[in-house]
């Protein structure tokens, strides 16, 4: 149980195009949804907390207006990174809680954008 | 804003042997706690819960908790190299909404 899969694992697009992630619970009911990114030997990094049917919380620094955030479903969460820029390449990673009373967090395998 | 601590290592073990990981956590008041590992270039995979004081068992893993010191640890028995990962220790904030990770500690356990 409490499996959470991302799609696409892996995707490479052009510069000033939008990319678009999705983050699905498959086996249980995720109240909320966290959306990370890592770079290359760094830590993680929350970029914003979602609530079922609720605008996302972005943590200070992150661009809601760039990183669009869509919890539309106690199983779906996405991710849209818009006009994205090699800046932007980097490995984004969602977990979703709601399973348990402690709310522990459970990761997606991860999404690895590359930007050209 | 709570902090949790850990040594980033890394921390060097033979096959076989005890790995022992350590976390310090700023807030006397938190009540859960977690360790994921992450393999180089994967996502974290949770990998122990810990809610209760003293020590508990998932096979080769065992958390151990202790309050009033403000730590919690993970000790792995009988280490492979396949355990070679980051090991993250995890607090939630307050709500229990977002968690607060340590920087992780890397093991290494060679063969």
């Known amino acids: 149980g409490a499996v959470v899969s991302q799609h696409p694992s892996r995707v490479i697009c052009k510069s000033g195009t939008s990319v678009k992630i999705e983050c699905r619970s498959l086996?249980?009911?995720?109240?909320?949804m966290f959306w990370y990114r890592q770079f290359p030997k760094q830590s993680l990094m929350l970029m914003a907390t979602s609530n079922e049917g609720s605008k996302a919380t972005y943590e200070q620094g992150v661009e809601k207006d760039k990183f669009l955030i869509n919890h539309a479903s106690l199983t779906l969460s996405t991710l849209t990174v818009t006009s994205a820029h090699p800046e932007d390449s980097s490995f984004y990673i969602c977990s979703a809680s709601g399973r348990r009373a402690y709310n522990e967090q459970f990761f997606g395998p991860g999404t690895r954008l590359t930007v050209l | 804003q709570k902090e949790v601590e850990q040594n980033s290592g890394p921390l060097s073990v033979p096959e076989g042997a005890i790995a022992s990981l350590n976390c310090t956590y700023s807030d006397r008041g938190s009540q859960s706690f977690f360790w994921y590992r992450q393999y180089s270039g994967k996502s974290p995979e949770l990998i122990m819960s810990?809610?209760?004081?003293g020590d508990k068992e998932d096979g080769r893993f065992t958390a151990q908790l202790n309050k009033a010191s403000q730590y919690v640890s993970l000790l792995i028995r009988d280490s492979q190299p396949s355990d070679s990962a980051t090991y993250l220790c995890a607090v939630p904030n307050t709500g229990f909404q977002k968690l607060v990770f340590g920087t992780g500690t890397r093991l290494l356990v060679s063969p």
């Open positions: 810990i809610y209760s004081n």
């Open positions: 086996d249980f009911q995720a109240t909320t």
